[in-house]
């Protein structure tokens, strides 16, 4: 198969973060420093030599950018200054926008412009919105009850559209992003048998990030992990449990226990995130993308005007109260519309995706393996 | 006559070396000066423009000043004859002729361009001060670079002063083994052309001695040497050694790189010049307790030659030209922790090996790993090379350890990957079962013969591996070495006995104080600057004063050599005219405006 090079892929990839690769000089240090570094996954060093040379279509066929949690030990220890660590940052961000196909991701990637230009449209008209159907059938001094402002019903509604958009669009990026790392691929071979025996995989990763303790450093993995474990607790007791959530009084501690403890988690972990950027603690937090930046403020800013909304219900100030739910929603909405499939969020489904296929990937090749060796051996005899 | 001045520059690196807009600037205040433009890099000359411009302004004369005015020249000419003009009157400035070309040489190109203005030829304008030459020299350093420059001026027939900062000369060449590529022992080479400095009638050799200033003119320097006090009697000693088997003091060995013992009164090496013992007063028990304590060495000496209470001296030298040998530095490998060199037992550095390997080292030049032996003194467990410790199994030689890195050095040390080269052939060729690895990121074999001692190792049955290797551990008493083959794109990580560290080489550490004794200039990584990289590369930017060897940059034997003997030709070329030039640094814009205005006039 003729393999097609672009050498302007070294200086398309500069938007995405990369700026570095051409100091290179391939020593290896990087690839034997990295704790994930196993045949038959062996980088960053391979990824970088990728670019270099251009080879667009193996990259963008490339799993191991999603294997590398960003750690920074290859960073720290490359003779050349050529920033491996960021480098597979940068590809993670190239990879997101290729495998999105509306070519959203690719604008924001390219231009902050455009990202922020978007979550500023999308916020105005998530508050003309609601602020027209509050007004239109309740009454804004009423955050619950018959005539609340937001019922809770309708809201539920609304998150359960919302959430299948989403997920219609993450799986049709998914599909894609299969395609081109394991689908298109005519030399392997895997079974549906190997795909479904591994399928657990990728509820671990998900959940565990458990190669991000390999790390040497700890304290990253644990409030990475405290990030989206928070994160997913929200997530599910506002699309299964908004109703108690929302109704008062009285408090429902099963409910707002979860409520209390996520909210803490994703506060606390953000403020830990941005802290670490702004003071460039270490190799890996020493580069911020502006999506870096516009992800963690969003979110920081979905935490806090969460829980005041709260608080203001929980006191009976109704009117603020719903003044900041809309508010809250102004950055709720534009954060999973617009981060979830097409910016940073979409390494929540895309790294264990991309930890499933390559142990589906290695599992295929070693079986390949195994079946060409008694050939060999033939052949040698 | 009214003149045009026309500032083009060809070199893109020159360009930013002159200030162009400056040169302009004051190229326009020049008398009789009409026209200036400053054209910058690489213009577009269009001879029928320059011609219109040259009748317009009438001009008589064109100067054309940059790195390389000639590129421009037949442009410029072309035009003066469309103008009617005299095509002769087309002047030339070049700043590369003349040196402007290095960062800050915007006053010389100033100088140059002036001289063209006027007419004048430079080199006539711009005459440094001379003094008469003395005929005396002074070398700085006794490693092989001052031995073969003192060696060449001496057998001419002029006197050296050869201050060497240790007891002995021979520097780092006398520790090592071998030479690369033709693996000839190095001492001996080294070792007769020691021993004829010491003999030599035309030589005064000064060790362990230091040059504390120097001042004066190029021709007429003086210096001042520290000669620190030897306290044993250089001419009465004869090395007999009944001191040494007395002192009770033992200390690291400097010679050994560190892996033997040396007394307090000490010879660093058998065959040291001169062949006399010396005391080492920071270890000296005597001296070190005022004279209260000690001093067996005094009462056994048969000679009477030790003096333990001597002090030291200093000696005032009238010398013509200097040339500064002092050598250079290694790395000290502990900085780079994934190596773990001072933590795991058996990985050692490249000078460490050489003393390993020397037939005249402490294990007599057998390759063995260390052994653990109980101290007595300390009570502790120490790791020390035993003459009948197990030899290694497997040996790995990293490359480039601390060099080509910008954690560490970013040079390329230049010698590393020939004398790890070496490493393996004599590994091998002494432990014909060891397994032998060299893990380097390119294979710089750049000399006559380098590349097919390269290519005999790899018959030898040495694994090249292409990649440094990252890091190494420990793990059942050996040394687990990590690192990527990325030509076969896996992370190798396996045990081996022995790891070498190919560290680079550092400017000394008393470089800086050199420099600024001798008025010299040093690059970005320390080494001494030369006059000129390709043309003067063994002068300074000081009139006499010139440099040898690596304090110059990293450097292997034969290239030191080559060096150290033309340093020698300079200094005679200026003993034999009888003249000590000053540099065309030394000179001002103002004065070479105002003789090359004196010349005009006459």
Known sequence: MAIRANPKLIDELEPYGAE???????????SAVCPFSEAPYVFPRRPMRYLQMGLEEKLKGDLQP?????????????PREAEPGETMMSLRRWLTSRYDWTGISRLFYKSWRYEVGAVVVVAILTIIGFLAFGFSQGSIDHYDGPNAFLPSSSIHIFDWTLAIVLLALLLSNAARMWWFTMGRDKTLRVSVGTYVSRAYLLVVHFFTQKRYSQCERKSPWLVHLGLMLSYVTMLILIMFFLAEMASGPGVDWRVHVFGYIATIGLVASTIVFLRRRIR?????????HESDWIFLILLLAVALTGITQHILHRYGVDVAANLMYVTHLAFVVPMLLLEVPFSKWSHLAYRPLAMYFAEVRAAGLEKAEREAAPAGDLQAA | MRIGVFICQAGIAEAKAVNLEAVGLYASNLPQVEVVEVLGLLPKVDPDE???RITESQLDRLVIAGDSPGFFKPAFTRAMSLAGGEPDEVRLASFRQYGADTANSTERAKAIVACAVYGVPFSLAAVPAQTKMHPASLVIGGGIAGIQAALEIADAGKRVYLVERTGTIGGHMAMFDKTFPTLDCAACILTPKMVAVGQHEN?????????????????AYKATVLRNARRVIESSCVACAQCSD??????????????????????????????????????CTYVQSNGTKCGACAKKCPKDCIDLDARGDVVKLDVGSVVVATG??????????PYGYGVHPNVITALEFERLTNASGPTGGRIVTKSQRLNKKTKAEE???????????????????????RNYNPYCSRVCCMYSLKFAHLVREKLPDAECYEFYIDMRAYGKGYEEFFQRIKQEGTFVVRGRSASVSERDGRMLIKGEDILSDRVLEFPVDMVLLAVGLTPTERSDQIAAMLGIPRDQDGWFTEADYNADPTGTERGAVYVAGACQGPKDIPDTVAQASAAAGGILKGIVSGRGVDSLGSLSLEEIEARAKTLVAG
């Open chain 1, 20 to 30: 570095d690769v051409v100091k290179c000089y391939h020593c290896g240090n990087c």
């Open chain 2, 203 to 219: 030589i005064e050799l000064m060790t362990y001695s230091e040059v504390e200033s120097i001042t004066g003119s190029p021709g």
């Open chain 2, 328 to 337: 250079y530095g290694v790395l000290d490998a502990s900085v780079i922790e």
């Open chain 2, 246 to 283: 007395v002192c009770p003091v033992s200390v690291p060995s400097e010679f050994d790189a560190g892996i033997a013992k040396r007394k307090a009164i000490y010879i660093p090496f058998p065959q040291a010049v001169p062949n006399a013992y010396l005391v080492d007063e920071a270890s």
């Open chain 1, 66 to 78: 999603w294997l590398c949690y960003y750690c920074g030990e290859c960073s720290d220890q490359c």
């Open chain 2, 50 to 52: 320059v011609a219109k």
């Open chain 1, 280 to 288: 460039k603690s270490s190799a890996a937090y020493k580069h911020s």
């Open chain 2, 383 to 405: 790791w020390v090379f035993d003459p009948e410790g197990a030899p290694p199994r497997s040996v790995a030689i990293i490359h480039c350890v601390g060099s080509r890195d």
